[in-house]
Nanobody, 124 residues
């Protein structure tokens, strides 16, 4: 099993960019699909993006398509979420998540390993 730690959150103006990173401890990082989720104040946690075990397939929520990209480096046990053209509605705590899989899936649910979250605030 892997343990996840997010970093890179902060305060940014609308239209700006921010990059979130998630590093994992564990020897089987490439056995996991990875996802990013977010939870805004007073709202439920929602899916943002996911990447398959070897990074060939990616899946994005409609609200972030064209603005967010996701990549992973299995040799370094790291996954990155690059966020551009940020909007105030992107303000949330962002969580990295992992789920063990034997396929190239990019699930939007069913994750069972979570990081502690990193806060992103976008000012208007």
């Amino acid at each position: 099993q892997v343990q996840l730690v997010e970093s890179g959150g902060g305060l940014v103006q609308a239209g700006g960019s921010l990059t979130l990173s998630c590093t994992a401890a564990g020897r089987t990082f490439s056995d996991y699909a990875l996802g990013w989720f977010r939870q805004a104040p007073g709202k439920e946690r929602e899916f943002v993006a996911a990447i398959s075990r070897v990074g060939r397939v990616k899946n994005f929520a409609e609200s972030v398509k064209g603005r967010f990209t996701m990549s992973r480096d299995n040799a370094k046990n790291i996954v990155v979420l690059q966020m551009k053209n940020l909007k105030p509605e992107d303000t949330a705590v962002y969580y990295c998540a992992a789920v063990h899989t034997v396929t190239g899936a990019t699930p939007s649910r069913g994750y069972n390993i979570w990081g502690q979250g990193t806060r992103v605030t976008v000012s208007s």
